[in-house]
């Protein structure tokens, strides 16, 4: 026996659905799916999600992606696209329905469906009554559009499923839209149906005590056995194998969204060219006396792994963002994993050599990682604005748009949010929320209830610690990012709907940074750092008091003066060092080089203090200890920081140098580190590294 | 006569209001709090909370943040507002003449009262005291004007009596606070070292109104009495009455039904005009001897149609014994609620006003009691016995509101107590050839079709006894001899399946 679920939504249908889209993958693939559909109301937000899931394993079930279209005269259909070209269709469908109102709603119309047909399956959802009006209707989608219309049939336990599924069977029948067994899924388990409830309460303002009706009558929206789902269809195997049969039909893929990179070339000329000839031209800028051999062969081998991925286009349209910054006299300054690169580094992207730094390729870009690099590159706040219309005056509104940033639930809004709905009074849940940082991923701990004067075995402050701690993490709405473009090279709304900013003349994807970098989709940061701005500001005021003219480049290093006043600790106003934190430590660190700088704000962080860090290397500064190192090669790697390890690149060199990792297993081992969700790896790895070590000697 | 006058200023009324019904709420900061968008602020503290540092208006966060045990409770500004009418219906012992001053104050026209209370100042203190017994916070004083009473009751001279012309005395040393201006004026006042209304005396008049504005001329003249100052004194409600005074005693059912018409015509004509509806009417019958019989006519809605409302009287009048005769009627409308005027019907000047259920309504509950006349109205929950309340059909809303469609229908009677079916098995329920046999009350059913489920789960917030059973999936059972029963079933972990019947259909 075998199903596949067309009427799915997730909790990107936001306040309605009930589950994250993995989850759906993964209940689907367990209950032996044959495909599992994504069709969120008017969106496709939550596809990407599903399709990070269901491509981890070949036997997960197939990903059907879709869309619940809900017209203005309450129609509703669900739409699935057959292949890419209807896909884009469906992307621009959504897009116009967005474009036309405010931020978050959609208006469509029947009109604008018979517009975008072309390619679709659409599967029609009935009212709870079906009447001489949808018979209407169904009529009118049938012969609009013959052979891709459907009739949505589901048994949800409401009494008089039977009588229903006959009549919607006789209504299909008769408008010759073929019936297609469904759940109208809005949970991947029973247990979600609280949750489901309290997501009502919190759309509707209102508590549970006083939701009534809203909530879910019984807990059957969820995904089901496949044998389940043919008893509950017993009298309509039509029905049934119809699921498989549109399953079939739909060739789509979200992989087939292979992603068109604008050319940045004109007139039919390569872009590994067009690189190569500005890195040439770079290397007489940056080492007019001659290129250093070792730079010479670093360079050869980052362009070949550019070419290699075919992301030459991308540097060209990062460079070509500065390039115009520089030439409107917009301060501008590459930051973070491109400052790896010196192809970045001679294309002028970013200012400081990472040979110099003795950082390594691939923290950047990796063969193995198969994900897009990321070149984040900040602007003065001011003039970033100059920039964002640049991009959008090159590329257009039609190919240039803002990734979304997915605004999800964190501990305190969630319990707010759900301690509203489950009608605890204001001082309880403020009293709750000033805890938050007492809550760990198991939620709060039970004796940090009582000392707040609570009892957490009282059931309704249980349910709702408990709800809260389920609702972490589902999304609430979209916003924009704070500066990541995507570019294409073809139109963007077929490759992902558009809808509105709540900024005026700003319109932001569906789909945010994680979700581009699944597809593998290109992003260039577009940051505003208020920092840049102070900057410019104060050259322009040295430049009419002293007459002195800098530049970023031209600033005089290691003034002593500045580095007197550091030793103090008075640094408020100076970028990155000015926090409390950095504040304390100054007067103990004592930089005196720009090294120590550099060391000074990445010791101050969690990751360092945690790993208790901060002390040997302070011991070791003032010469209260000796400064050791496991071997030759190690202290290669490690003299700069006195022997201890505060880097990222440092974590990965040891990995190459000591336990004879390759560039891209050590980039695998510092994503392992720096993230908690992918807990699978780290154990592997840590495994190969111990024995990496051991067989080169290290105990 | 000089006008004598009493201000009460009742400074935390709100909290008040609560602290009174909450001991546990009383000598602790306690604040009364209200929503404005997403903010949460303080509409009204107590003393106690003032005393800390806590005002009105601030946000409850930055409150918290001085004062973390700040106990707070939702505002009412309705029942502020009632509380504040009691206070002024209660203040009418001392004197008709009451008015309400804001939402916090109350001027008292003692004129010619005092010496019944022994006194001006024994009576400011009785008054004062049996408030603040109430639990009510008050500081009043009493004076030749309002505006110098306010002036002496808000500076902190709480049972301040100023003798008869001397208002100017008693107010020079008070400062400008007192005068009733605005909060600019007052410091524009002080910082001109204007501190006190008696250096405001010597002061020009025309320059004080060219500095001040106008106000502050005339509140000054007010409070010296130089100016009249009207005050918005509230009636008392009236009693509506109608009476008739006969020439000669009557006997008969007839006659004081007769009677009767006039005094409802009267009555409604002139209720009509105040758009004000009766719900209690009582019929005294004044005999010759003195004695009077009453009769008591109550109504769902508020009504003042005479002919609907005399239908009522129609039993009762005859119980009434005459006597010696009748010689006064008095119709008062005892209970009255607000009625807007509503569109005549032309053709039918006896349209009811209450619509046909509405006069059954009243009718039943003239003859059975009030409390006895009883409807279901809808209620939001999916449960069964949860999606409809009794009530009474005389005392609720007007419209008890549509229940909702269900895919489905109720049973007509829903049992309280689910009765167990024992015997009833039903494997092969839903399909075609389904029959099953089994006893209920003491005669075998012969089950003929099941219709359903309609699969229903509890409430997961509430832990209902009744529900603890699990999801629950209802059928409708048709038997042979056509009863229809509504049953479920319900599966138990040790006990497998169970069947209960529920309900009876139609």
């Known amino acids: 026996m075998s199903y596949a679920e067309l009427h799915v939504r997730t909790n990107f249908t936001f306040l309605e659905g009930a589950s994250h889209p993995g989850e759906y993958v993964q209940v689907a693939a367990d209950l032996g799916y044959a495909a599992v559909a994504v069709t969120d109301r008017n969106s496709l937000a939550g596809v990407v999600r599903a399709y990070e899931e269901a491509k981890k394993s070949v036997t997960n079930p197939k990903l059907l992606v879709g869309a619940q279209l809900d017209l203005a005269d309450r129609q509703s259909l669900i739409c699935f696209p057959k292949d890419r070209a209807a896909y884009g269709r469906l992307s621009q469908l959504i897009s116009l329905g967005r474009r036309r109102v405010e931020k978050g709603a959609c208006e469509l119309h029947f009109e604008d469906v018979m517009d975008w047909a072309d390619g679709q399956i659409f599967i029609i959802v009935p009212p709870e009554a079906p009447d001489e009006v949808f018979q209407g209707q169904l ?13 949505a049939a589901n048994h949800l336990y409401r009494g008089n499923d039977a009588d229903r599924l006959e009549r919607l069977a006789v209504m299909a029948e008769a408008a010759g839209t073929p019936l297609v067994a469904s759940n109208d899924v809005l949970m991947h388990t029973p247990r979600r149906r609280p949750l489901a409830d309290v997501l009502s309460c919190i759309r509707e303002g209102c508590t549970i005590d006083t939701a009534g009706r809203l909530t879910q009558k019984n807990a059957e929206r969820h995904l089901k056995a496949p044998e389940e789902m043919a008893r509950l269809f017993h009298g309509y195997p039509d029905a049934m194998a119809r699921t498989l049969e549109i399953a079939g039909k739909i060739s789509f893929c979200l992989s087939d969204l292979k992603y068109e990179y604008p050319d940045e070339v004109s007139g039919g000329q390569d872009p590994q060219d067009e690189l190569e000839r500005l890195v040439a031209k770079g290397f007489k800028q940056r080492y007019p006396l001659g290129v250093p051999q070792k730079v010479q062969d670093t360079v050869e081998r980052e362009l070949k792994i550019i070419k290699e991925l075919r992301y030459a286009p991308y540097f060209l349209t990062v460079h070509d963002i500065v390039r115009f910054a520089r030439s409107k006299g917009i301060l501008c300054q590459g930051r973070g994993s491109a400052a790896n690169s010196l192809v970045c580094y001679i294309l002028g992207i970013t200012a400081i050599s990472p040979d ?14 198969n ?70 991923t198991e939620g709060l701990p039970e004796e940090r209830v009582r000392e707040v004067g609570l009892d957490p075995s009282e059931p309704r402050l249980a349910m709702c610690l408990a709800l809260a701690h389920e609702l972490h993490g589902f999304p609430r709405h979209l916003s924009q990012h704070v500066g990541g473009f995507i570019i294409t090279r073809s139109r963007l709304d077929e490759v992902v709907p558009i809808e509105n900013a709540a900024m005026e003349d700003r319109t932001v994807i569906e789909w945010d940074k994680d979700d581009l970098d699944t597809l593998g989709i290109l992003k260039v940061d577009v940051l505003g750092l208020g920092m840049l701005t102070c900057i410019r500001k104060a050259f322009g005021l040295l430049r009419t008091h002293y007459a002195k003219m800098y530049e970023l480049t031209t600033v005089p290093e290691g003034d002593s003066e500045v580095y007197d006043m550091l030793c103090k600790g008075d640094s408020i106003g100076v970028f990155q060092v000015e926090s409390r934190a950095q504040m304390s430590f100054l007067p103990r660190m004592r930089p005196r080089t720009f090294y120590d700088l550099v060391i000074e704000v990445a010791i101050v962080r969690p990751g360092p203090i945690q790993g208790d860090m901060v002390h040997p290397y302070i011991r070791r500064r003032n010469g209260e200890e000796e400064v050791v190192y ?20 440092q974590a990965m060199r040891i990995a190459i140098v000591g336990a004879g990792f390759v560039p891209d297993e050590a980039d695998q081992l510092r994503r392992a580190m720096a993230t908690f969700r992918k807990t699978g790896t780290i154990h592997t790895l840590r495994g190969k590294f111990i024995e990496g070590m051991l067989a080169n000697g290290y105990t | 006569m000089k006008r004598r006058i009493v201000y009460l200023w009742l400074k935390s009324l709100s909290t008040d209001r609560i602290a009174r019904r909450t001991p546990a709420l009383r000598d602790r900061p306690f604040a009364l709090v209200a929503e404005s968008g997403n903010r949460v602020f303080l509409y009204a503290v107590n003393l106690e909370a003032e005393e800390v540092g806590i005002g009105r208006g601030m946000l409850l966060a930055s409150a918290r943040t001085i004062c973390p045990e700040l106990a707070t409770r939702p505002a009412d500004m309705r029942a502020d507002w009632t509380f504040l009418e009691a206070i002024v219906a209660w203040c009418r012992r001392y004197s008709p003449l009451v008015a309400r001053a804001g939402g916090d104050g109350i001027f008292i026209d003692i004129t010619g009262c005092a010496h019944l209370f022994g006194g ?28 110098a009473a306010w ?11 100023a003798a008869p012309q001397d208002t100017a005395n008693a107010l020079s040393p008070l400062p400008v606070d007192g005068l009733r201006l605005g909060t600019e004026t007052t410091e524009t006042l002080h910082r001109l070292g204007l501190k006190t209304i008696g250096a405001l005396y010597g002061l020009s008049r025309a320059s004080l109104a060219a500095r001040f504005g106008r106000e502050t001329v005339r509140r000054l003249d007010q409070a010296l009495g130089a100016e009249h100052e009207p005050l918005p004194f509230e009636p008392e409600r009236s009693v509506h009455q109608a009476v008739v005074r006969l020439a000669e005693p009557i006997f008969t059912v007839s006659a004081v039904e007769a009677c009767l018409t006039r005094l409802l015509d009267q009555l409604c004509v002139r209720l009509e005009k105040h758009q004000i509806g009766i719900r209690r009417l009582e019929l005294k019958l004044i005999r010759v001897d003195n004695t009077e019989g009453v009769v008591t006519v109550g109504t769902a809605t508020p009504n003042r149609a005479p002919k609907e409302l005399f239908r009522l009287f129609a039993d009762k009048i005859e119980k009434v014994d005459a006597g010696f005769g009748i010689e006064r009627l008095v119709l008062e409308a005892a209970v009255t609620e607000p009625l ?15 619509g046909p259920l509405g006069n059954l309504v009243d009718r039943l509950a003239n003859r059975l009691g009030f409390d006895r006349v009883l409807r279901f109205a809808p209620a939001d929950s999916h449960l069964p016995e949860k999606a409809s309340v009794v009530s009474s ?3 609720g809303p007007q419209s008890p509101g549509v229940f909702p469609h269900q895919p489905v229908p109720r049973p007509v009677r829903l049992f309280k107590n689910p009765l167990l079916l024992h015997g009833f098995e039903a494997e092969a329920a839903g399909t075609s050839g389904f029959t099953a046999r089994f006893p209920l009350w003491r005669r075998p059913v012969i089950a003929r079709s099941l219709q359903g489920p309609e699969r229903i789960s509890p409430e997961w917030w509430l832990d209902d006894p009744a529900w603890r059973g699990g999801a629950r999936d209802y059928w409708w059972l048709e038997a042979m001899s056509g009863e229809r029963l509504w049953v479920y079933r319900q599966r138990d972990r040790q006990t497998g399946e169970k069947w209960f019947l529920h309900g009876l259909g139609a």
């Not at chain 1, 110099?356 to 990682?369: G, I, L, N, P, Q």
């Open chain 2, 120 to 147: 001006e100042r024994a009576m400011l203190d009785g008054l004062l005291s049996k408030l603040r017994l109430f639990g009510v916070e008050v500081s009043g004083a009493l004076a030749d004007t309002a505006g």
């Open chain 2, 340 to 354: 807007n005027a509503a569109q005549e019907v032309l053709e039918n000047d006896c349209a009811p006003q209450a």
């Open chain 1, 139 to 151: 009529r009118r989608w049938a012969t609009s559009l013959p052979e891709t219309v459907y009739c």
């Open chain 1, 356 to 369: 110099r730094m003795d950082m390594v390729f691939e923290r950047f870009v990796s063969a193995a990682r």
């Open chain 1, 371 to 440: 994900e897009p690099p990321d070149i984040d590159v900040d602007f003065e706040h001011e003039r970033r604005e100059e920039v964002i219309q640049y991009i959008y005056g090159k590329y257009g509104r039609e190919r240039a748009g803002l990734a979304a940033t997915v605004i999800c639930y964190r501990a305190r809004s969630a319990v707010r949010e759900v301690g509203k709905a489950m009608g605890l009074s204001v001082d309880t849940v403020s009293v709750l929320a000033s805890q938050i940082w007492g809550w760990s």
């Open chain 1, 630 to 649: 496991p071997s030759e090669e190690l202290k290669q790697v490690l003299h700069r920081t006195l022997g201890v390890p505060l880097f990222q690149e």
């Open chain 2, 151 to 161: 002036a002496l009751a808000r500076s902190g001279l709480s049972g301040e009596v």
């Open chain 2, 393 to 395: 059909a005389a005392f």
